[in-house]
């Protein structure tokens, strides 16, 4: 289209709106010369007759008044509602603005406050537990996925179900081979792992109690720590060896880490299966990286930390953030600290007041159960980032050496020197989860690759 017939559209276009283009045209004072029309409807008739007659009678007839009188009339005229300046009317008043945002009040008042869970203050159950042993360089007690705690008392393993309540004898040692000094359950539940005084390992199955195999010929002394890894069993003795064990295979030994210069006595793998946290006599924490221990790099471990001032026995992978560990010491150290396992860094470290024994994460909140020995012999749940204490819960009277967390997350059994086996409702009853909303499919879902 030619520049004529776009300038004839253009000036069509503006023709149709006039009135805009006047309002928005300026003027000054002189051209606007309007004549302006009442609103009938807006006006006070009686009020506007009052004001033209007492005017007229005001002028033609003026009166001395006190100033008692006029501040009379004032206060009258201002109760009435008779101080208004204008006669006419030429619009109605405008109707009050809407916000067009609610009030924060009401936003607020629209979304439901989350009740605060109440925590019982007492143990809920009390078992007995004669015979556990009262090392801290153990771990006696572990809870099974298929509902069964298994703990470790003297030279036996005692099997309690949680469904019925009912317990079992699963094996004892003689003297020469026991005492039992580490128990833990495989990620099926259906087999379980202990480690013993004479540093053999063996492998039960509980439905049949039956023993499947022993574990030999990788430490020298006893095996205080365990934790599986799908069908790799990592042990750690006091022989300061770390050694991962595939049990469906006759040469169970795969790899062997060397760190530690004393006992070790907390193994913790992350979620992922591909990361392993080490805690020792020696006040070392150690963080090994399955693809970094098997290459030829000159050091096996990921990360080497020496924060600890004592021995390290607690550790917990946080179950919301992969790569945060925390990690608690013994008696001269009485601290929490929280790593980033992939850097190594120390994110944070809280004094406790005591020694750190066990540590157990809220799967369903964000909160951290951490158990103490002298001089309270406590478990305190504290709220994380900001490790406020939410709760202290006392009853035992000796060191909480060991916890264990039941397969749903809400109850906690903490056994302890006292020869006692509690159990605490302390992470409360877990939300039902909300179906996911489905998803749009994308275009191309189908295809594996676009060419």
Known sequence: ??????????????????????????????????????????????????MLMEARKGKENPVASSPAKEAFRKQLAEALNLNRSRILAFKNKPTPAQSLFPETSSLQQAKPAKPRRSIPQTSERTLDAPEIIDDYYLNLLDWGTRNVLAIALGNTVYLWDATDSSSSELMTVDEDTGPITSVSWAPDGRHIAVGLNNSEVQLWDPVSNKQLRTLRGGHESRVGAMDWNNHVLSTGGMDSLIINNDVRTRNHIVDTYRGHHQEVCGLKWSSSGQQLASGGNDNLLYIWDRSVASSKSPTQWLHRLEDHTAAVKALAWCPFQANLLASGGGGADRCIKFWNAHTGACLNSVDTGSQVCSLLWNKNERELLSSHGFTQNQLTLWKYPSMVKIAELTGHTSRVLYMAQSPDGCTVASAAGDETLRFWNVFGTPELAKPAPKANPEPFAHFNRIR
């Open 1 to 50: 289209m030619d520049a004529g017939g776009s300038f004839g559209v253009l000036y069509k276009s503006r023709s149709r709106n006039p009135l805009q283009d006047h309002v928005l045209r300026k003027k000054n004072s002189k051209e606007n010369c309007d004549r302006f029309i009442p609103n009938r409807s807006a006006m006070d008739f009686d009020y506007a007759h009052y």
